[in-house]
């Protein structure tokens, strides 16, 4: 393979997994612009979408109804969390949220090692058509599955946000929940919607990436945490999140491949403590470089 294949090819897959990194940081953001919360379950809901369609998969479902199942299940889900722990909690800090929600994403990831064991999964793809060719690198076409969805993803979210009554009293929520509930908003209606959103959005970035990357009960956490990443450095801006999350990508993916693939995570995560790090640094006096 010439070096302009292996930069195509690098390019692809980085513009795949930033695609992936994007979804699951837009979950976190409307979550936790919204109702306030760090869902650190949100990579679990990931997992939870592509073990419950192989699952149903392997018991004789057809990959449609397996993935729909799988979707809904795993709103519910998301739905129960947020009524059973989430809710209760009155006048909870950041930090109360953070504590609750890593305790549900242990549970689950509990008992999803208890239901399916340890192994790495497999879906079959959605196409049965073999791998093409482009500029010389080698394209799945399930990866024109995961830049679709992110697609249809944010352009569905930018359209029920700005021109949508429902969307609008999200912004709201999002700007300022107390006067939302003075104007006759429902934030406890609106913050179960986000969750439920998350976890359906989430669900599916599972259901669409196990094909590629495979499934198992650990999946969840370092994919969760890079969607994390993403939103973060984002500023928790759909934009922003998907920018970053290319970058990401990208980076993963090149330096996977011409450095080494067993650094590509250590990479990640350093980027954002050198944007932490940044973030902190005061240039001019009572100026921040980074606001």
Same mark, same amino acid.
């Given at each position: 393979?010439?070096?302009?294949?292996?930069?195509?090819?690098?390019?692809?897959?980085?513009?795949?997994?930033?695609?992936?990194?994007?979804?699951?940081?837009?979950?976190?953001?409307?979550?936790?612009?919204?109702?306030?919360?760090?869902?650190?379950?949100?990579?679990?809901?990931?997992?939870?979408?592509?073990?419950?369609?192989?699952?149903?998969?392997?018991?004789?479902?057809?990959?449609?109804?397996?993935?729909?199942?799988?979707?809904?299940?795993t709103t519910v889900i998301a739905a129960i969390v947020e009524r059973t722990?989430?809710?209760?909690?009155?006048?909870?800090?950041?930090?109360?949220?953070?504590?609750?929600?890593?305790?549900?994403?242990?549970?689950?990831?509990?008992?999803?090692?208890?239901?399916?064991?340890?192994?790495?999964?497999?879906?079959?793809?959605?196409?049965? *058509?073999?791998? %093409?060719?482009?500029? &010389?690198?080698?394209?799945?076409?399930?990866? $024109?599955? =995961? #830049?679709?969805? @992110? +697609?249809?993803?944010?352009?569905?979210?930018?359209?029920?946000?700005?021109?949508?009554?429902?969307?609008?009293?999200?912004?709201?929520?999002?700007?300022?929940?107390?006067?939302?509930?003075?104007?006759?908003?429902?934030?406890?209606?609106?913050?179960?919607?986000?969750?439920?959103?998350?976890?359906?959005?989430?669900?599916?970035?599972?259901?669409?990436?196990?094909?590629?990357?495979?499934?198992?009960?650990?999946?969840?956490?370092?994919?969760?945490?890079?969607?994390?990443?993403?939103?973060?450095?984002?500023?928790?801006?759909?934009?922003?999140?998907?920018?970053?999350?290319?970058?990401?990508?990208?980076?993963?993916?090149? *330096?996977?491949? %011409?450095?080494?693939? &067993?650094?590509?995570?250590?990479?990640?995560? $350093?980027? =954002? #403590?050198?944007? @932490? +790090?940044?973030?902190?640094?005061?240039?001019?006096?009572?100026?921040?470089?980074?606001?």
């Open positions: 393979m010439s070096l302009w294949s292996e930069i195509v090819q690098y390019t692809i897959s980085g513009i795949t997994s930033g695609s992936i990194f994007a979804i699951i940081g837009i979950c976190w953001s409307f979550v936790y612009l919204i109702a306030k919360v760090m869902n650190f379950a949100t990579g679990e809901f990931v997992m939870l979408g592509g073990m419950i369609t192989w699952s149903l998969s392997l018991k004789g479902f057809g990959l449609l109804q397996s993935a729909v199942i799988a979707i809904l299940s722990v989430i809710r209760p909690i009155k006048h909870g800090t950041e930090l109360t949220y953070i504590i609750a929600t890593i305790a549900c994403a242990s549970v689950i990831k509990g008992i999803a090692l208890l239901m399916w064991g340890s192994e790495t999964r497999l879906v079959k793809p959605f196409f049965k *058509s073999e791998p %093409f060719q482009v500029l &010389g690198a080698t394209l799945n076409p399930q990866v $024109l599955c =995961v #830049i679709g969805y @992110l +697609v249809i993803v944010t352009g569905s979210l930018a359209l029920l946000l700005n021109y949508t009554l429902f969307g609008k009293g999200l912004r709201t929520c999002a700007l300022n929940q107390i006067n939302a509930e003075l104007i006759g908003v429902d934030t406890k209606k609106m913050r179960l919607f986000c969750f439920m959103l998350a976890g359906g959005l989430a669900s599916a970035t599972g259901i669409v990436t196990a094909p590629i990357t495979f499934t198992g009960y650990e999946v969840g956490l370092l994919t969760g945490l890079k969607g994390l990443i993403a939103a973060i450095v984002g500023n928790w801006t759909m934009i922003g999140t998907v920018s970053v999350a290319m970058g990401l990508g990208l980076v993963e993916a090149f *330096s996977a491949g %011409f450095i080494s693939s &067993g650094l590509k995570d250590l990479f990640t995560l $350093l980027i =954002v #403590i050198i944007f @932490l +790090v940044l973030r902190t640094l005061t240039f001019l006096p009572g100026r921040r470089w980074i606001k």
